[in-house]
């Protein structure tokens, strides 16, 4: 399974940017996907996870209320909806792939990784 990140860019503050995340097979139609991300620096950590069907997602406290994640299983894609950014969420983005349906927060469920794209907001 390939992922590919798109979608960061340079924003400024309260500003938005949508992330996707494209996977190369469909079979991650069957998967929870995951949004994690790391800035310099800092550990990398959670940020939002959808089920496989989409119907249970959860977010990280820091980002609840201000992104979205959301999935086309027949685009084989997932989304991240970043709004009202702040410079705190500036870091490199990944989407994962989870070996379960379930969402996670764990990144241990997640065996596939995709490169991850750089969101930079200025203050």
């Known amino acids: 399974v390939q992922l590919q990140a798109s979608g960061g860019g340079l924003v400024q503050t309260g500003g938005s940017l949508r992330l996707s995340c494209a996977a190369s097979v469909r079979t991650t139609s069957n998967n929870a996907m995951g949004w994690f991300r790391q800035a310099p620096g800092k550990e990398r950590e959670f940020v939002a996870t959808i089920s496989w069907n989409g119907g249970a997602r959860y977010y990280a406290e820091s980002v609840k209320g201000r992104f979205t994640i959301s999935r086309a299983n027949a685009k084989n894609t997932v989304y991240l909806q970043m709004n009202s950014l702040k410079p705190e969420d500036t870091a490199v983005y990944y989407c994962?792939?989870?070996?379960?349906?379930?969402?996670?927060?764990?990144?241990?469920?997640?065996?596939?990784w995709g490169r991850g794209t750089q969101v930079t907001v200025s203050s």
């Open positions: 994962a792939a989870s070996r379960y349906a379930s969402s996670s927060s764990q990144a241990g469920h997640y065996p596939y």
